[in-house]
């Protein structure tokens, strides 16, 4: 609410969804219970700013190579895991930010 004032015209706002918000797992619900709020904020804001111009998408990436995600897992775990999805490594944070340049893309 007080950033928003201050965000120029026709920039981007992203937020970092999981399949966790569809999908929860019991051993991370306060996670998962987390981003499904944030889909719900990231579309509601969507339509809020898209007068204003202002973009607000949300990224829901295949698993991150993060800390949560290898708290998980027992680091062979890893190597596992990354074979389930469909790149076949997890992604690294910095992957994500190029969502910022998709200007077609609000919600």
Not at 8 to 22: L, M, R
Not at 37 to 66: G, H, M
Request: one cysteine or more.
């Amino acid at each position: 609410r007080y950033a928003i004032p201050h965000i120029p015209k026709g920039e981007t706002i992203i937020n970092v969804g999981s399949v966790q918000a569809y999908d929860p797992s019991a051993e991370i619900l306060d996670y998962a219970i987390t981003k499904a709020a944030i889909v719900s904020f990231t579309k509601d804001l969507a339509r809020k700013l898209l007068e204003k111009d202002i973009r607000v998408n949300y990224v829901k990436p295949e698993p991150v190579w993060a800390p949560l995600v290898m708290s998980l897992f027992p680091k062979k775990g890893n190597a596992t895991f990354a074979k389930g999805c469909s790149i076949k490594q997890l992604a690294q944070p910095r992957e994500l930010v190029s969502a910022a340049d998709s200007s077609y893309i609000s919600g």
